[in-house]
């Protein structure tokens, strides 16, 4: 837990288990949580998964209690780790208390979820939020009704406004009650149920719910016990199955959904309202499939500007040049003045120093594109408009075996390549992850790189443009089809909830994205630490003027290029913009020919990451993968360049 | 002899072929345009005894699969000439579901609980750059290959 910048003493929290949120995505429960915790919250990956889970201090009753905020899911069964993750935070770390947030409007997809904590045995209270868009639609819900049918209490609240937040505290100052929500399933159904309970382990809790998730298949309901039991529930769950034409699971899902249906039936009424939203208007022309084309060109330029150029342009040179360049960089020289061991003042502040490349890449350059990136995507996440763009984009992706919501990596890229890496976490599965990645580091330049190109590119006229926009582009879809036949796993399907448009509440948003950014202080930057280290080694055991040299022909002889390139390509793995700036240099004093500039641009576009990005890939796929990955693109990258210049001499193309 | 059909879904071969008459020597390929009152058409200008058997056969055996997947209450008959894809609607249409074509448990899943399921009614918004349905108060988006395998009684 952090203190963020207040002079009180940390409080002890209660020796009681965590409050816990619920709810399916987009119902407000972050805003919520928001609205409960206020300060000491920090945002971490759950153990061993790529999922955020946000845990805060909340003041109830004059207690201190913890709240965790779990990741939104529309089942508390589903495979998947969002969903898995939930199951563990309820049925592992003891809640004191659930909250179930609902959004009113869509009260049945809330009900599903509490069909399963009733069946699970867990006590929750139900809070209707959103209560305010609820009304504008004309719909009306019993709560008393509800909180009968249900057994236990609800609430309503308009989190964005603050309204009801007090009696939603109020009711957490005593215990919850356990719902009577039991959903019956058919007969053949609970004889199942009622067999595999007679097998399982006695002492488990909310066996009946144990018992079904067997019976669905779920992994989620691994059980200790024997393997002759094992297979016991298998027979069982096989002569189940051969009476229904779908799966189990789905049969079972579809007969809760009745269930569910029949209480909303009872509950929930709608009046015919004079005018939708406008934020309905709004959120139908954002995927509009012609009118939806400049909203989005104006979405992805306004996030270009404000992380590109005002991030990585303006604040990293704020504070590379500023901050690190005059202040920090030179004291910490005069200070290792000081030391009289010669290897260890380079360590800290020579060519590979500590300060000036480790701390210097990760606080000044990277920071600053981390954080405007992060406050960019809460507001998208919140505003509702992330998942329209998603659309916008799905069919180009499919022809790369993706879907559109890997658009967002491949937008941030442009930004930064090691945060996009770090972003590919929303997408579904692994081979999608990997994809990204692979592309990333592949064929999309980050701005430091992508100001430099554009520089030098512009000098060399249309066509050069033209070609190397070309290639870089081709190179994209080409690899990403092949990457999607040669990947092992599976692609997600593109079912995406379109939550309606939003005024993003700012507290909420820069909340979130202060407590990211103490994250990837504290998980990334040792990595630039690291391997920051490793170079500083290679360039003492002379390694790196080694491979230098090794790599001579192949850039003189398949590239065409000048010897000096070589030093230029060295560097642009550690720095990719200074490779670029190489590059510039090359050109400016005449030692490129148009040729030659357009050859080494497009290699160093396709080159391998630069470190940070290399690192993050480590950390996010391990290091196999992360090496097989670099293994491709090395020689792919001198083979593209390769094959334009050969392919351009041999017709003759002048430019 | 069976017919050999392509794509299935969850349809098992046995309920498709029982909407024709065995014919070995006509093969519909898709089965989205089985036709189920086409236990005629298989077999244009045949009459007599045999046939009239098949067809009660397959009459009751319609019935029997109906009952199974549970038709829905108004009576109306499962498999209307106007069974569509979702693909086929119209923008603004109001549709219920009939059958989601596919075997893909964690697909089933995914639209079971945004509530698309055999019951449920929808509204078409749109169809492009992806279908986007309406269903109770959720907006979904989803990919035509996906939208194709929704099956759907048009209300409007």
């Known amino acids: 837990m952090n203190c963020h910048g207040s002079k009180k003493p940390l409080p002890a929290p209660s020796e009681a288990g965590p409050i816990v949120l619920v709810g399916n995505p987009n119902v407000g429960k972050s805003v919520l949580f928001g609205l409960l915790t206020r300060r000491y919250v920090t945002v971490s990956n759950y153990p061993g998964t790529t999922v955020e889970v946000a845990r805060g201090l909340a003041s109830i009753d004059g207690r201190r209690e913890v709240v965790v905020d779990t990741p939104g899911v529309n089942s508390l069964l589903a495979p998947g780790e969002c969903e898995r993750v939930t199951r563990d935070i309820l049925m592992h770390e003891r809640p004191s208390a659930v909250v179930l947030v609902a959004d009113a409007k869509n009260l049945s997809r809330a009900l599903i979820l509490a069909a399963q904590l009733a069946e699970m045995e867990v006590p929750f209270i139900l809070t209707l939020n959103m209560d305010d868009e609820a009304q504008a639609r004309g719909i009306d819900i019993d709560t008393e009704l509800l909180s009968d049918i249900l057994g236990v209490e609800v609430v309503r609240t308009v989190a964005t406004r603050g309204l009801g937040v007090d009696a939603l505290a109020r009711s957490l100052t005593g215990p919850s009650r356990l719902s009577r929500f039991a959903v019956t399933y058919d007969p053949a159904i609970e004889e199942g149920i009622r067999q595999v309970m007679a097998l399982l382990p006695s002492g488990l809790s909310a066996p009946h719910s144990v018992a079904a998730m067997l019976l669905a298949g779920h992994d989620g309901a691994a059980v200790e016990s024997g393997p002759d039991v094992a297979e016991r529930v298998a027979d069982i769950r096989q002569g189940l199955q051969a009476r229904y034409r779908q799966p189990l699971g789905y049969v079972i899902n579809r007969q809760r959904l009745e269930a569910v249906r029949r209480v909303v039936a009872g509950v929930y009424s709608r009046r015919a309202v004079a005018r939708e939203p406008l934020a309905t208007a709004l959120g139908r022309l954002a995927i509009h499939p012609i009118a939806g084309l400049p909203v989005l060109l104006v979405a992805l330029y306004l996030l270009y500007k404000f992380v590109g150029e005002f991030g990585a342009g303006t604040l990293v040179d704020f504070l590379e040049g500023v901050v690190f360049g005059r202040y920090i960089n030179p004291w910490a020289a005069d200070l290792a003045a000081w030391i009289p061991i010669g290897v260890l003042r380079d360590f800290l502040v020579g060519k590979y120093g500590l300060v000036t490349v480790a701390l210097t890449y990760g606080l000044a350059i990277i920071l600053p594109v981390v954080g405007t990136f992060f406050l960019a995507f809460s507001l998208l996440e919140d505003s509702g408009y992330l998942p329209r763009l998603a659309v916008m984009v799905n069919r180009p992706f499919k022809a790369m075996g993706l879907n559109g919501k890997a658009v967002l990596p491949m937008v941030l890229g442009l930004g930064c390549d090691t945060m996009a890496t770090m972003t590919t976490r929303i997408l579904d599965t692994r081979k999608e992850r990997l994809q990204v990645t692979l592309l990333l580091a592949l064929a999309v330049p980050c701005s430091a790189q992508l100001g430099v190109i554009l520089g030098i590119i512009g000098g060399l006229g249309p066509v050069a443009v033209l070609i190397w926009a070309g290639v870089v582009t081709a190179t994209l879809f080409a690899v990403g089809y092949l990457a999607s036949r040669v990947l092992p796993g599976r692609g997600s399907d593109f079912i995406q909830e379109l939550p309606p448009l939003r005024l993003p509440r700012l507290s909420n948003v820069v909340l979130k994205t202060v407590a990211r950014m103490e994250w990837y202080v504290k998980e990334v930057l040792p990595l630039f630490v690291v391997g920051t280290a490793l170079l500083f080694s290679l360039d003492r055991l002379g390694a790196l003027s080694r491979i230098e040299r090794l790599a001579s022909p192949l850039v003189e002889g398949l590239l065409g290029l000048p010897s000096q390139a070589t030093q230029t390509f060295l560097m642009g793995f550690l720095r990719r913009d200074y490779g670029a700036a190489g590059l510039f240099n090359l050109a400016r004093d005449g030692q490129l020919d148009p040729l030659q500039a357009l050859v080494s641009l497009v290699v160093i576009t396709l080159f391998v990451p630069c470190f940070a990005n290399f690192l993050m890939i480590v950390k996010e796929f391990g290091a196999r993968t992360a090496v097989a990955v670099a293994a491709f693109i090395f020689p792919f990258a001198f083979l593209v360049g390769g094959a334009l210049n050969l392919t351009m001499r041999a017709l003759g193309i002048g430019l | ?156």
Do not use: C, H
């Open chain 2, 1 to 156: 002899m069976q017919p050999r059909l392509s794509a299935g879904g969850w349809l098992p071969r046995r309920l498709l072929s029982a909407l024709r008459l065995p014919d070995p020597g006509r093969v519909s390929e898709r089965p989205g345009a089985a036709d189920p009152e086409g236990g005629g058409r298989g077999k244009e200008g045949l009459a007599g005894p045999r046939e009239a058997v098949l067809r009660g056969k397959q009459v009751r055996r319609r019935a029997r699969i109906r009952r199974r997947l549970g038709a829905p209450s108004e009576g109306s008959p499962l498999w209307p000439a106007q069974a569509l894809p979702l693909t086929e609607l119209r923008p603004g249409q109001e549709a219920r579901v009939l059958y989601i074509g596919t075997d893909d448990g964690r697909r089933l899943e995914q639209l079971s609980n945004l509530g698309i399921v055999p019951n449920a009614v929808l509204r078409l918004l749109q169809k492009r750059p992806a279908s986007v349905v309406q269903v109770g108060e959720t907006e979904v988006a989803i990919d035509f290959g996906i939208a194709r395998q929704i099956y759907v009684r048009p209300l409007t």
